[in-house]
């Protein structure tokens, strides 16, 4: 949890990979592939559910079994890396320019967690001169909404958090939802923070357009051949204190939930607008024949 925010924790998991290699002293080519292979598997480990994670550390070790030399591997790493940081961030700022003509003069927009994507299209919209009123839930139990508001009030967007719990009575008073994404299955569902689909269901009881905002490296190619995303639990001391509530009392601490497609108006990409049942057709295209190889 020191890094937070899909896009940030693939855009690290690249960059350590590409430390690794620079800092690679000696040894053989099958030494570096072994180390590489090593590495990999602990960043993979460390967010099972984060697909921008698999995707960013794939990228980056692409053409390593293809070196014919240790120095073509270790520089095949270092470009991969410094290439997928690049079109990742890049990937942000077009994201922040499309999903901000969504936004009209007055809207009150609302978010969840903190996501550098939905917040992107939020401070540009703001940028433009749009006066608009953001909610930002308080997302816990770790609190991401902390790091939203100070955040847009940094950038001087007019920001109210609220608590999880009152994202039904507030939806009332919201015009468009903007979320982030940290998993999108092949067809379409979105994975991300727990209370995400809360945010969807209200939305849609009160007919306000729930948009999501996603690089599409964030799509899981995995799920084309039926694997299920692995929702992540985490250890209860992050919802309550030691001695606090009896050991017979289980808790139930899930980090991500799913939304189902058509909850969603629109997945807000790199690439443009797409609708949920479009994501299948972007992902066979992005990952090409090399993908049913595997």
Request: charged share 25%; glycine share 8%; proline share 3%.
């Given at each position: 949890m020191t890094i937070r925010g899909a896009g940030k924790i693939a855009r690290a998991g690249a960059t350590a990979l590409g430390d690794m290699a620079r800092n690679h002293s000696g040894?053989?080519?099958e030494d570096f592939r072994g180390e590489l292979s090593a590495a990999s598997k602990v960043i993979l480990d460390s967010r099972p559910t984060a697909v921008s994670l698999w995707n960013g550390?794939?990228?980056?070790?692409?053409?390593?079994?293809?070196?014919?030399?240790?120095?073509?591997?270790?520089q095949t790493v270092?470009?991969?890396?410094?290439?997928?940081?690049?079109?990742?961030?890049?990937?942000?700022?077009?994201?922040?320019?499309i999903g901000a003509k969504r936004i009209s003069d007055g809207d009150t927009i609302m978010t969840h967690c903190n996501s550098s994507a939905a917040l992107g299209v939020i401070k540009e919209a703001h940028r433009q001169g749009k006066?608009?009123?953001?909610?930002?839930?308080e997302s816990r139990p770790w609190r991401q909404g902390i790091l939203t508001v100070n955040d847009l009030a940094k950038a001087g967007v007019d920001v109210t958090m609220i608590i999880d719990s009152a994202?039904?009575?507030v939806m009332r008073r919201t015009d468009k939802v903007f979320v982030g994404a940290d998993t999108i299955t092949s067809h379409g569902a979105l994975i991300n923070k727990v209370g995400t689909s809360q945010l969807a269901l209200a939305a849609n009881e009160a007919r306000v357009q729930f948009y999501v905002c996603s690089e599409t490296?964030?799509?899981?190619?995995?799920?084309?051949?039926?694997?299920?995303?692995?929702?992540?639990?985490r250890d209860i001391s992050e919802v309550v204190r030691p001695g606090e509530i009896p050991d017979s009392v289980k808790v139930f601490n899930p980090v991500f939930d799913s939304t189902p497609a058509k909850y969603i108006d629109a997945i807000i990409t790199e690439?443009?607008?797409?609708?949920?049942?479009?994501?299948?057709?972007?992902?066979v295209r992005q990952f090409g024949d090399s993908l049913f190889k595997e």
């Amino acid at each position: 949890m020191t890094i937070r925010g899909a896009g940030k924790i693939a855009r690290a998991g690249a960059t350590a990979l590409g430390d690794m290699a620079r800092n690679h002293s000696g040894g053989t080519l099958e030494d570096f592939r072994g180390e590489l292979s090593a590495a990999s598997k602990v960043i993979l480990d460390s967010r099972p559910t984060a697909v921008s994670l698999w995707n960013g550390v794939h990228a980056t070790v692409k053409g390593v079994d293809e070196a014919k030399t240790l120095d073509d591997a270790v520089q095949t790493v270092i470009s991969n890396s410094e290439d997928f940081v690049r079109r990742s961030l890049g990937a942000v700022e077009t994201i922040a320019r499309i999903g901000a003509k969504r936004i009209s003069d007055g809207d009150t927009i609302m978010t969840h967690c903190n996501s550098s994507a939905a917040l992107g299209v939020i401070k540009e919209a703001h940028r433009q001169g749009k006066d608009i009123k953001v909610f930002a839930t308080e997302s816990r139990p770790w609190r991401q909404g902390i790091l939203t508001v100070n955040d847009l009030a940094k950038a001087g967007v007019d920001v109210t958090m609220i608590i999880d719990s009152a994202v039904r009575t507030v939806m009332r008073r919201t015009d468009k939802v903007f979320v982030g994404a940290d998993t999108i299955t092949s067809h379409g569902a979105l994975i991300n923070k727990v209370g995400t689909s809360q945010l969807a269901l209200a939305a849609n009881e009160a007919r306000v357009q729930f948009y999501v905002c996603s690089e599409t490296y964030k799509f899981s190619p995995m799920t084309l051949f039926g694997d299920m995303v692995t929702i992540e639990e985490r250890d209860i001391s992050e919802v309550v204190r030691p001695g606090e509530i009896p050991d017979s009392v289980k808790v139930f601490n899930p980090v991500f939930d799913s939304t189902p497609a058509k909850y969603i108006d629109a997945i807000i990409t790199e690439l443009g607008m797409i609708s949920p049942g479009s994501v299948y057709d972007i992902m066979v295209r992005q990952f090409g024949d090399s993908l049913f190889k595997e």
